[in-house]
């Protein structure tokens, strides 16, 4: 048996996002959304905005030694160009209460919802949307740089444009005809039927790409204004495309990459102190083989994590694991993943990947998106009913790695 050791000071931890842990959260794009019928409701969701404190006594137990949560934009800035100091209290309060545990923050300043004000006057197609998102990133950090040094700007903007803007699940609900064909997953077949279809959305989408690199930069540069030592990034999902021999296959990978990964991050990277991988897909053109399925209906491949971060060595920027897990309900194969998981983020490490942390998603069941709560991804169950957590065996299993500070495989 062997030891793969991992760098002293290595972060562990786990991932949340604030619409989908917090609760009560009523006056954003999401909310309406659900009112309107188009993806299901959150509600209380895990109730976190509460619980905070106990599902961090949670993670300390667990072996955790950092965690990644977001902050609502919507409840910071209720109103254009108005924000509630009452909000900003209360995340303080969850910073103090993470480090009160050793728990170093890591916090993603907007996770995909929009306020109101913002998602109705349309959003990130408004040509002032770099502005006003550099206003809200600034204030955030210039509030909270006393409690955490580790912020990233936005969380997987190519996400975030493809499910609002091409494939129509995700507000706003604009999609491309014949985009259900281009999916990589069976559930991503799966098309809201009150999304809005037209050519015209191809438009938008490549609109609305640029101009979440813009608000990124502008980002950035507003918050090295005002908080010179804050630490400022990206969290960037990796689609990992790869292809067998045919010469066909391998021009497809090669474009996807280019599209899906390397033209976003060539954008970027100069505004970047650190990048937040997200791994989660993979697509090999000409593959035969059959995969093991999450309860997402994603392939079981935690092995691409290897070729996602030696993709992301070429910047030659520090790298969290931002985002890595599975929805597994019966917790069959997590700890399977994890394990393999963190095995190929320490080969990345011995081939010069300069990979600092990795945070699974997620500490707790949460709302899934337009999936709802029926994708279960946490280390602790939620029972929905009754808000009761429950630790799965496959937390175990992560504690051990994260107190050991190694794997022995």
């Not at 790409?209 to 990796?238: F, S, T, W």
């Amino acid at each position: 048996m062997a030891e793969k050791r991992f760098p002293s000071g290595f972060k562990w931890g786990a991932a949340t996002a604030s619409y989908q842990v917090e609760g009560g959260i009523e006056n954003n794009d999401w909310a309406e959304a659900a009112r309107e019928g188009k993806v299901p409701p959150c509600g209380r969701a895990c109730e976190h905005y509460e619980r905070y404190e106990e599902d961090f006594d949670i993670a300390k137990s667990l072996g955790h030694n950092c965690h990644r949560l977001s902050i609502e934009w919507a409840r910071i800035e209720p109103v254009e160009g108005r924000f509630d100091e009452r909000e900003i209290e209360h995340y303080r309060k969850v910073l103090l209460a993470l480090r009160a545990r050793g728990l170093e923050p890591f916090i993603t300043i907007w996770h995909f919802t929009l306020p109101l004000w913002f998602s109705r006057s349309g959003g990130f197609e408004r040509e002032d949307a770099p502005r006003i998102f550099a206003r809200y990133c600034a204030y955030v950090t210039g509030k909270l740089e006393d409690l955490c040094v580790h912020f990233s700007t936005m969380n997987e903007p190519m996400v975030f444009v493809s499910n609002g803007w091409a494939r129509g699940t995700w507000p706003p609900f604009k999609k491309w005809p014949g985009i259900e064909y281009a999916s990589i997953t069976t559930s991503g077949r799966t098309i809201n039927p009150q999304s809005k279809l037209g050519f015209g959305n191809i438009i938008r989408y490549v609109s609305v790409m640029h101009r979440l690199v813009r608000a990124h930069n502008a980002a950035y540069d507003a918050i090295k204004k005002m908080c010179p030592d804050a630490e400022v990034g990206i969290v960037k999902q990796v689609i990992l495309y790869q292809a067998n021999a045919n010469p066909i296959n391998w021009i497809l990978a090669w474009v996807m990459n280019r599209f899906w990964t390397y033209y976003f991050m060539s954008r970027v990277i100069a505004k970047c102190d650190v990048v937040g991988l997200n791994y989660y897909l993979h697509k090999k053109f000409g593959d035969r083989r059959v995969y093991d399925k999450t309860d997402m209906d994603w392939d079981v491949f935690p092995e691409g994590i290897c070729t996602a971060l030696m993709m992301l060595k070429r910047y030659k920027k520090p790298v969290y694991v931002s985002e890595a897990g599975v929805a597994d309900a019966e917790d069959r194969i997590r700890a399977g993943y994890i394990r393999s998981t963190v095995k190929c983020i320490h080969f990345a490490i011995e081939n010069g990947v300069d990979v600092r942390g990795y945070m699974y998603w997620s500490l707790l069941d949460n709302y899934e998106w337009a999936s709802g709560f029926g994708p279960r991804f946490g280390l602790v169950e939620i029972d929905y009913s009754t808000q009761e957590r429950r630790i799965r065996e496959s937390a175990y299993v992560y504690k051990g790695i994260c107190e050991g500070n190694a794997l022995i495989d």
